[in-house]
């Protein structure tokens, strides 16, 4: 009686596997010809050609590895510099201990421009500097990689921490690191401002305009030097950080509208485009948001500890630590398909409407600040 129920699945699943064979037989037909062809030549031909075929499948290993592993990404990296810790604002000289004499000529670091440099060492330093790596700018048979769902988020969220670092590093210049109108703009500074402004894609050799190149990396290591030599400085009491209410109130009202960019693009990501799983740009903006954040939960930490004066005077130290703690959140959403779906969908998740909530948490919580120091 079931004889024709499981002729007919039998049937069935016959015909599935038939049409997976053919299809995994289109796909490996070029592969099978160009083995055929590698067979039949002279070792001449096979030498090098072996060579190159070696050389490249180390390169892409390479490749896949470095956009895979994620080296020394902590999002409690923070708690390493024991902010709490810290006596004095910075550029002011250091307070002595109890029964002890204080130390002549010894100023306050900024823990800003500590933060800051440390988050360029661990962009190009402890990782690979993604996006300046020559197969990242050669693509996917010509794809560009953030146009597909693979090898492509670290990249993201590497940018969204130098987008975190360039915007710290020009308000170090324009006011943090000089008392404005009386004084000229720190070398140190100035040049680590400059470096990290440099083309983020950049590698050895280039075609607009042709030629030879500095990689990405080299300039960014030189910034690096540059703030730690500005650090270095400080705390000699041979530079000046400004920490004064109306330089705080610039500082956050420039994050407040950098995060306010970046809110903007996830929202134009997640309201034209419903893509689900299958968004292959969902992603870059994701992780592009959730890197700015990571940069930003550290640089806001350590300006916490630079103006703590200005902070505690102004009765905004709750306010402070609940921005932090808001930045602190946003980065446990760490899914591992990013989803682009319905904001009222039911089966796939919209990862961007959640990290875009705590984006604009965050900002509002800079706006508040800015306007409490700003009466």
Same mark, same amino acid.
């Given at each position: 009686? $079931? =004889?024709?129920?499981?002729? %007919?699945?039998?049937?069935?699943?016959? +015909? !599935?596997? #038939?049409?997976?064979?053919?299809? &995994?037989?289109?796909?490996?037909?070029?592969?099978?010809?160009?083995?055929?062809?590698?067979?039949e030549r002279s070792?001449?031909?096979?030498?090098?050609?072996?060579?190159?075929?070696?050389?490249?499948?180390?390169?892409?290993?390479?490749?896949?590895?470095?956009?895979?592993?994620?080296?020394?990404?902590?999002?409690?990296?923070?708690?390493?510099?024991?902010?709490?810790?810290?006596?004095?604002?910075?550029?002011?000289?250091?307070?002595?201990?109890?029964?002890?004499?204080?130390?002549?000529?010894?100023?306050?670091?900024?823990?800003?421009?500590?933060?800051?440099?440390?988050?360029?060492?661990?962009?190009?330093?402890?990782?690979?500097?993604?996006?300046?790596?020559?197969?990242?700018?050669?693509?996917?048979?010509?794809?560009?990689?953030?146009?597909?769902?693979? $090898? =492509?988020?670290?990249?993201? %969220?590497?940018?969204?921490?130098?987008? +975190? !670092?360039? #915007?710290?590093?020009?308000?170090? &210049?324009?006011?943090?690191?000089?008392?404005?109108?009386?004084?000229?703009?720190?070398?140190?500074?100035?040049?680590?401002?400059?470096?990290?402004?440099?083309?983020?894609?950049?590698?050895?050799?280039?075609?607009?305009?042709?030629?030879?190149?500095?990689?990405?990396?080299?300039?960014?290591?030189?910034?690096?030097?540059?703030?730690?030599a500005f650090n270095?400085?400080?705390?000699?009491?041979?530079?000046?950080?400004?920490?004064?209410?109306?330089?705080?109130?610039?500082?956050?009202?420039?994050?407040?509208?950098?995060?306010?960019?970046?809110?903007?693009?996830?929202?134009?990501?997640?309201?034209?485009?419903?893509?689900?799983?299958?968004?292959?740009?969902?992603?870059?903006?994701?992780?592009?948001?959730?890197?700015?954040?990571?940069?930003?939960?550290?640089?806001?930490?350590?300006?916490?500890?630079?103006?703590?004066?200005?902070?505690?005077?102004?009765?905004?130290?709750?306010?402070?630590?609940?921005?932090?703690k808001q930045l602190?959140?946003?980065?446990?959403?760490?899914?591992?398909?990013?989803?682009?779906?319905?904001?009222?969908?039911?089966?796939?998740?919209?990862?961007?409407?959640?990290?875009?909530?705590?984006?604009?948490?965050?900002?509002?919580?800079?706006?508040?600040?800015?306007?409490?120091?700003?009466?």
């Amino acid at each position: 009686m $079931l =004889d024709p129920i499981v002729a %007919f699945f039998q049937r069935g699943f016959s +015909a !599935i596997g #038939r049409g997976i064979g053919l299809v &995994v037989a289109w796909i490996l037909a070029p592969f099978i010809a160009v083995g055929n062809w590698y067979r039949e030549r002279s070792w001449i031909i096979k030498g090098p050609l072996g060579i190159g075929l070696l050389a490249l499948i180390a390169l892409y290993g390479n490749f896949i590895w470095q956009t895979q592993a994620w080296t020394n990404f902590d999002p409690d990296y923070v708690s390493r510099y024991k902010l709490t810790e810290r006596k004095n604002d910075a550029g002011l000289p250091v307070k002595a201990a109890a029964g002890q004499t204080a130390p002549a000529n010894a100023c306050e670091r900024s823990a800003i421009v500590d933060v800051t440099s440390d988050l360029v060492d661990f962009n190009v330093n402890q990782n690979a500097w993604i996006s300046s790596m020559l197969l990242y700018k050669l693509g996917l048979f010509g794809m560009d990689w953030d146009d597909t769902p693979w $090898l =492509d988020n670290k990249a993201s %969220f590497q940018r969204g921490v130098n987008q +975190a !670092i360039r #915007r710290t590093t020009v308000e170090l &210049v324009d006011s943090l690191g000089r008392v404005r109108g009386t004084s000229g703009i720190n070398n140190n500074l100035q040049r680590a401002r400059s470096n990290l402004q440099f083309d983020e894609t950049a590698w050895y050799f280039g075609l607009d305009p042709f030629g030879p190149k500095t990689p990405t990396p080299s300039f960014y290591r030189s910034a690096m030097r540059d703030l730690q030599a500005f650090n270095e400085s400080l705390a000699k009491c041979e530079s000046i950080f400004d920490a004064r209410s109306d330089n705080l109130i610039e500082f956050l009202d420039r994050i407040a509208n950098d995060i306010g960019s970046t809110s903007a693009m996830i929202r134009e990501r997640s309201e034209n485009h419903n893509g689900g799983w299958f968004d292959t740009r969902a992603d870059d903006r994701y992780w592009f948001a959730y890197g700015q954040l990571y940069g930003y939960y550290g640089v806001m930490a350590a300006a916490g500890a630079d103006f703590d004066a200005v902070i505690t005077q102004r009765g905004l130290a709750p306010i402070w630590q609940e921005s932090i703690k808001q930045l602190r959140a946003a980065l446990r959403i760490q899914p591992l398909i990013i989803s682009n779906g319905r904001e009222d969908g039911w089966i796939m998740p919209t990862h961007l409407a959640t990290l875009g909530f705590y984006v604009l948490r965050v900002r509002s919580n800079l706006v508040e600040m800015r306007d409490i120091l700003a009466r």
